[in-house]
């Protein structure tokens, strides 16, 4: 059965996490999910309450890391997932998180990132070039990293998909499952 990769730490967004996770599976693919270490991930909700300027964190669901960034093999997988949330902040400084981004952009393999995603392939140096939705907030560290920033819920540049948050899930997903499909092996279901 083909495998996708999802990249995530603690802190991630609770909602970007586990829809692409279940839409992936519902699909018939294999996820893991990968982290800076093997471990039960304490993810979060953000939301927006009146009189805040920025969204609100709450406690959201734990979730097991399947795997640990440094025993990652790339190529075992079709595709890469990268949530957002506060995790990308942190793990976009792991060198082994970095590996596994360059691979997939350098081999024009599927990938959807969403919210704070584009905040690793960033650090990886691959965003530079490139179109790609964020949390609009990133439009100035987009905009450093060479790449241009696009206020929309569903930028697909070549064979990466982004969306700025969770409730671009429709659009964000609906486009990086015809690429998965297009571009990778597709699971008998």
């Known amino acids: 059965m ?12 609770s909602l970007e996490v586990l829809y692409p ?3 992936l599976v519902e699909e018939g693919y294999d996820v893991d999910v990968a982290a800076v270490e093997k471990k039960k991930l304490q993810f979060v909700v953000h939301d927006f309450s009146p009189g805040f300027d920025t969204y609100t964190e709450k406690p959201g669901y734990a979730w097991p890391a399947d ?11 079709v595709a890469l997932v990268i949530p957002g949330g506060r995790a990308p902040e942190y793990i976009r400084n792991d060198p082994d998180c970095q ?3 360059r691979h997939f952009y350098e081999t024009d393999a599927p990938v959807a990132q969403l919210c704070h995603g584009p ?8 965003l530079a070039g490139r179109r790609t939705a964020a949390y609009p907030e990133l439009e ?9 920033f696009v206020d929309a819920a569903a930028v697909v540049d070549g064979q990466v998909v982004s969306g700025r948050a969770w409730n671009d899930h429709p659009s964000w997903m609906h486009e990086f499952m015809h690429i998965l499909h297009a571009k990778a092996e597709r699971p008998v279901i």
Do not use: C, N, S
């Open 140 to 148: 100035p560290d987009v905009t450093l990293a060479g790449a241009e």
């Open 99 to 101: 590996r596994i981004v």
């Open 21 to 23: 996770y279940q839409r």
């Open 67 to 77: 795997v640990a960034f440094a025993d990652v093999e790339p190529a075992d997988y």
């Open 119 to 126: 905040l690793i392939p960033a650090a990886a140096r691959v």
């Open 2 to 13: 083909p495998k996708v990769l999802i990249i995530t730490g603690d802190g991630a967004e």
